[in-house]
């Protein structure tokens, strides 16, 4: 499968038919946290709409040119928020599962780094790649190949901010 180019349109869309998605479940959550990076806009947009409160922890498992290599995940010291105490029904959110590592490996850090009782964790991504080790609950395209998804701001990771000066005073 060739590689995916998504523009902004088609990445709130896509967000969009998520939200609608989890509705349609049934399943009421009152706890959303989201991936960084990848989940960031995603998590925010979701909070805005089911008005849940949004807590952040961030991740990283891509290194090299382009962050495009798979290397080994690492956790933040602290899942960040708001709230006194952490939702017990959690959505947790990414942008995609390709290995599903992360995924697989976050659940059981949440339950072991929180002092809230959690009752229920569901996942929920835009892009679900077949060669996940985790399905999640909640996806919007299901990718039978391995392509790289090419997301509206990625090419911000390949300007620097010398460049982006020239370019807006330039216009």
């Not at 038919?17 to 991936?35: R, T």
């Not at 690492?74 to 990414?94: C, N, Q, Y």
């Not at 060669?131 to 911000?156: G, K, M, R, T």
Request: charge should be negative; charged fraction near 20%; glycine fraction near 4%.
């Amino acid at each position: 499968m060739p590689d995916l180019y998504v523009s902004w349109s088609d990445y709130h869309q896509k967000i969009e038919q998520l939200a609608i998605q989890i509705y349609q479940s049934g399943w009421e959550f009152n706890q959303i946290i989201c991936l960084a990076r990848g989940g960031l806009r995603i998590g925010d947009i979701l909070s805005r709409i089911y008005e849940q409160p949004l807590a952040i922890l961030a991740t990283s498992s891509y290194s090299g040119p382009g962050q495009q290599e798979r290397s080994n995940l690492v956790f933040s010291r602290h899942l960040t928020m708001t709230a006194e105490k952490l939702g017990s029904r959690i959505l947790l959110v990414d942008d995609l599962v390709d290995s599903g590592i992360t995924l697989q490996q976050t659940i059981p850090w949440l339950k072991q780094n929180t002092d809230s009782p959690i009752k229920e964790i569901r996942t929920a991504v835009l892009w679900y790649k077949a060669c996940s080790v985790i399905a999640p609950d909640y996806y919007v395209d299901y990718l039978a190949d391995n392509p790289w998804i090419y997301q509206p701001f990625e090419h911000y990771e390949q300007i620097n901010i010398v460049e982006l000066a020239a370019k807006v005073s330039s216009c």
